[in-house]
């Protein structure tokens, strides 16, 4: 069985994952072979498609989970969590 | 047939424009549905296939324009575009419908975007309304690619007006360059980003027309007067005669007023600065002999992201604006979100005041570039003012613990709030210089809301026209600058009426530079004041610019009858 790294994490920035955060998490998902997936309470999402991000919309202080399974699964999980914690780059 | 309609719109950027008609994603119910044959999916599958390759290859190099012309903070809004490119929930389920359904890509285009826009769309969040324009956007994209139309293929022979009913930043970028000469929109605000860019590139435009009242076909011919913000669809031959005549007027009178001064016929020296938004009309500016910068809005770089960017990316943007305009001085206004009051300078949550210190600490960082002064928007009360000042304060001194190189910055405010023009005087004993910002004050004396679309508050009105005058007396004594950078000021009719209050500086659009100089030079200052007089004891807005009509006329007539306000 395949094992699945499971992570939830704060959105920090004040409009969550608004559309250019959205891309920004899709760019980044799409560099790892894994399957990714984003949650947001019960809502689920490919984290490689930017209609499913978009759709999940986090506000502020939404907690999002990250779900991924495969080979490059841990540098997929480093990354996804340095671009949240970071504010997907645009904290002052 | 002949077929003719008049529209009237927000006239966003000056200029006469005629031409041929361009239709973008408008459709009159002419957009082919059928079924097709199981033989002929694999065949439709590939045409959409290749419409999206096109269509992403078409935005890839919006995207390169847009990193050239406006550096990298813009571009990514793009991404977005790019990525839907390659969705499953989008393409997949397109491709899906197409093979399930055995319809044709484009009513599949439809449907699955249909489908992915409703629940938006029933959400009221401003969030979900602008993914849902997102959708649409890409929509419009893909059908013009499939319909086998693309931008290689624009018609270069000759000039045309494009017809949308809102362009993506990607089309405006793209398609707001030769040969288009013109754009009218159906949708669109005088500050969307439509109608900044097609100031930016000096296309003549009129936006928010409403739904077109008649179909209109590619070709017919469409007079766009980005003055009075008139269209004219299947303009007849008389009417593009003159207005192509127009046109070439303006043209011929931009280009003898680069270098002309800013004087009146009594001899006042008068200073016209220009208000922009992005990088690229410092040039704009410069070459229609703007005076400095008297008004930077900033709010452009936070289009669809909500927040600044970092401190860094500011400061790279803030001291290219700032070197190419030395040693003019450039007005930076702090963000300004419309609507969203929690950025004003007072109240601010943790969070706000993070990101004001970040751009106030970049603009300070800014100023060894050239000569910058800072001023902030919405300010209602003294004790907000001083809360602001003393953040600029905050921010200049951990700088100065940095040793960062600092010049010295005056810090100032927009009057646009009725209660600062009432108490102007209290105002100017701390603020280093006034902007007053018309439309703005015009719309909350007036009790306007903002959500009144079509109309706009008339800063004409009597109870305006007495603040306007409140606010420059106030200045004058304190010896402070007072400069007045609202449409007002952009307005051939009203500027005589400023220069009658006593307003000596002006900042109106960069394309707009060159026309304010030319009517400064036909006002006599002390007839204006007399005027200015009478107008404050008139009933109604009306009465107002009858006057003005009537007084100014003799020496103005004949350049607001050329510019077709009369």
């Given at each position: 069985?395949?094992?699945?790294?499971?992570?939830?994490?704060?959105?920090?920035?004040?409009?969550?994952?608004?559309?250019?955060?959205a891309a920004?998490?899709v760019n980044?998902a799409n560099?790892?072979k894994s399957q990714i997936e984003v949650?947001?309470?019960?809502q689920v999402a490919d984290a490689k498609s930017i209609m499913g991000v978009l759709l999940l919309?986090?506000?502020?202080?939404?907690?999002?989970?990250?779900?991924?399974?495969g080979?490059?699964?841990?540098?997929?999980?480093?990354?996804?969590?340095?671009?949240?914690?970071?504010?997907?780059?645009?904290?002052? | 047939?002949?077929?003719?309609?008049?529209?009237?719109?927000?006239?966003?950027?000056?200029?006469?424009?005629?031409?041929?008609?361009?239709?973008?994603g408008?459709e009159h119910g002419r957009r082919p549905h059928r079924r097709i044959e199981q033989g002929a999916v694999a065949r439709e599958l590939a045409r959409f296939a290749q419409a999206v390759s096109s269509s992403r290859a078409e935005i890839e190099?919006?995207?390169?324009?847009?990193?050239?012309?406006?550096?990298?903070?813009?571009?990514?809004?793009?991404d977005v575009y790019l990525l839907m490119h390659a969705d499953a929930l989008l393409i997949d389920a397109i491709a899906d419908v197409i093979r399930e359904e055995r319809i044709n890509a484009e009513w599949a285009v439809s449907q699955v975007v249909e489908r992915l826009r409703r629940p938006l769309l029933e959400?009221?969040?401003?969030?979900?309304?602008?993914r849902a324009n997102d959708i649409e956007h890409v929509r419009e994209h893909l059908l013009r690619h499939l319909s086998g139309e693309q931008?290689?293929e624009?018609?270069?022979?000759?000039?045309?007006?494009?017809?949308?009913?809102?362009?993506s930043?990607a089309?405006?970028?793209?398609?707001?360059?030769?040969?288009?000469?013109?754009?009218?929109?159906?949708?669109?605000?005088?500050?969307?980003?439509?109608?900044?860019?097609?100031?930016?590139?000096?296309?003549?435009?009129?936006?928010?027309?409403?739904?077109?009242?008649?179909?209109?076909?590619?070709?017919?011919?469409?007079?766009?007067?980005?003055?009075?913000?008139?269209?004219?669809?299947?303009?007849?031959?008389?009417?593009?005669?003159?207005?192509?005549?127009?046109?070439?007027?303006?043209?011929?009178?931009?280009?003898?007023?680069?270098?002309?001064?800013?004087?009146?016929?009594?001899?006042?020296?008068?200073?016209?600065?220009?208000?922009?938004?992005?990088?690229?009309?410092?040039?704009?500016?410069?070459?229609?002999?703007?005076?400095?910068?008297?008004?930077?809005?900033?709010?452009?770089?936070?289009?669809?992201?909500?927040?600044?960017?970092?401190?860094?990316?500011?400061?790279?943007?803030?001291?290219?604006?700032?070197?190419?305009?030395?040693?003019?001085?450039?007005?930076?206004?702090?963000?300004?979100?419309?609507?969203?009051?929690?950025?004003?300078?007072?109240?601010?949550?943790?969070?706000?005041?993070?990101?004001?210190?970040?751009?106030?600490?970049?603009?300070?960082?800014?100023?060894?570039?050239?000569?910058?002064?800072?001023?902030?928007?919405?300010?209602?009360?003294?004790?907000?003012?001083?809360?602001?000042?003393?953040?600029?304060?905050?921010?200049?001194?951990?700088?100065?613990?940095?040793?960062?190189?600092?010049?010295?910055?005056?810090?100032?405010?927009?009057?646009?709030?009725?209660?600062?023009?009432?108490?102007?005087?209290?105002?100017?004993?701390?603020?280093?210089?006034?902007?007053?910002?018309?439309?703005?004050?015009?719309?909350?004396?007036?009790?306007?809301?903002?959500?009144?679309?079509?109309?706009?508050?008339?800063?004409?009105?009597?109870?305006?026209?007495?603040?306007?005058?409140?606010?420059?007396?106030?200045?004058?004594?304190?010896?402070?600058?007072?400069?007045?950078?609202?449409?007002?000021?952009?307005?051939?009719?009203?500027?005589?009426?400023?220069?009658?209050?006593?307003?000596?500086?002006?900042?109106?659009?960069?394309?707009?530079?060159?026309?304010?100089?030319?009517?400064?030079?036909?006002?006599?200052?002390?007839?204006?004041?007399?005027?200015?007089?009478?107008?404050?004891?008139?009933?109604?807005?009306?009465?107002?610019?009858?006057?003005?009509?009537?007084?100014?006329?003799?020496?103005?007539?004949?350049?607001?009858?050329?510019?077709?306000?009369?």
């Amino acid at each position: 069985m395949t094992e699945v790294l499971s992570v939830t994490v704060e959105v920090k920035n004040r409009l969550g994952l608004h559309a250019r955060a959205a891309a920004k998490l899709v760019n980044v998902a799409n560099q790892f072979k894994s399957q990714i997936e984003v949650s947001k309470g019960e809502q689920v999402a490919d984290a490689k498609s930017i209609m499913g991000v978009l759709l999940l919309c986090g506000g502020q202080g939404a907690r999002i989970t990250f779900r991924i399974s495969g080979p490059d699964a841990p540098s997929a999980l480093t990354a996804l969590c340095a671009l949240v914690a970071d504010g997907f780059g645009e904290l002052p | 047939m002949t077929r003719r309609a008049q529209l009237k719109g927000i006239a966003a950027s000056i200029g006469v424009a005629v031409g041929p008609a361009r239709m973008i994603g408008i459709e009159h119910g002419r957009r082919p549905h059928r079924r097709i044959e199981q033989g002929a999916v694999a065949r439709e599958l590939a045409r959409f296939a290749q419409a999206v390759s096109s269509s992403r290859a078409e935005i890839e190099a919006a995207k390169q324009e847009l990193t050239q012309r406006h550096g990298p903070t813009y571009a990514p809004i793009l991404d977005v575009y790019l990525l839907m490119h390659a969705d499953a929930l989008l393409i997949d389920a397109i491709a899906d419908v197409i093979r399930e359904e055995r319809i044709n890509a484009e009513w599949a285009v439809s449907q699955v975007v249909e489908r992915l826009r409703r629940p938006l769309l029933e959400d009221a969040s401003p969030y979900f309304q602008e993914r849902a324009n997102d959708i649409e956007h890409v929509r419009e994209h893909l059908l013009r690619h499939l319909s086998g139309e693309q931008r290689s293929e624009r018609p270069a022979d000759g000039p045309t007006v494009l017809i949308a009913r809102d362009l993506s930043p990607a089309d405006a970028v793209h398609m707001l360059a030769p040969p288009t000469v013109g754009l009218v929109t159906e949708l669109g605000a005088e500050s969307s980003h439509t109608a900044i860019l097609a100031r930016t590139f000096g296309v003549p435009a009129v936006v928010g027309v409403g739904p077109l009242p008649i179909e209109i076909e590619d070709g017919e011919p469409v007079l766009v007067d980005g003055f009075s913000g008139k269209v004219t669809l299947g303009a007849a031959l008389d009417e593009r005669k003159a207005a192509d005549g127009r046109r070439d007027r303006f043209r011929a009178f931009l280009e003898s007023e680069r270098s002309t001064e800013a004087v009146t016929r009594d001899g006042v020296s008068i200073s016209v600065a220009a208000n922009i938004e992005l990088l690229s009309e410092v040039e704009a500016a410069l070459q229609n002999g703007a005076e400095g910068i008297g008004l930077y809005r900033t709010e452009f770089m936070c289009l669809d992201r909500g927040e600044p960017p970092r401190e860094e990316e500011q400061l790279e943007l803030y001291r290219k604006v700032v070197s190419g305009m030395a040693p003019r001085t450039v007005v930076f206004r702090t963000f300004d979100w419309r609507g969203d009051k929690r950025l004003r300078a007072h109240d601010l949550g943790e969070r706000q005041r993070a990101w004001l210190k970040t751009q106030v600490r970049a603009v300070l960082r800014a100023s060894g570039e050239g000569s910058v002064a800072l001023m902030f928007p919405m300010v209602a009360t003294v004790a907000e003012f001083l809360g602001a000042r003393a953040l600029v304060e905050e921010c200049r001194a951990e700088l100065r613990e940095q040793s960062a190189t600092l010049k010295p910055v005056a810090v100032g405010m927009m009057v646009e709030v009725p209660s600062a023009a009432l108490l102007a005087e209290r105002f100017a004993e701390h603020a280093d210089f006034f902007a007053v910002g018309t439309n703005d004050l015009a719309h909350h004396t007036l009790a306007f809301d903002r959500r009144d679309s079509g109309s706009a508050a008339n800063p004409l009105d009597p109870a305006v026209l007495g603040l306007l005058e409140r606010t420059i007396s106030a200045a004058i004594r304190a010896g402070i600058p007072c400069s007045m950078c609202g449409g007002m000021a952009a307005d051939p009719v009203a500027l005589g009426l400023a220069l009658g209050f006593g307003y000596r500086q002006f900042s109106v659009p960069a394309s707009a530079v060159p026309l304010a100089r030319a009517v400064i030079r036909n006002v006599d200052v002390e007839a204006a004041s007399a005027v200015a007089r009478d107008a404050l004891g008139c009933g109604s807005a009306d009465a107002v610019r009858q006057l003005l009509l009537e007084r100014l006329g003799p020496e103005l007539g004949a350049l607001w009858k050329e510019q077709g306000l009369v």
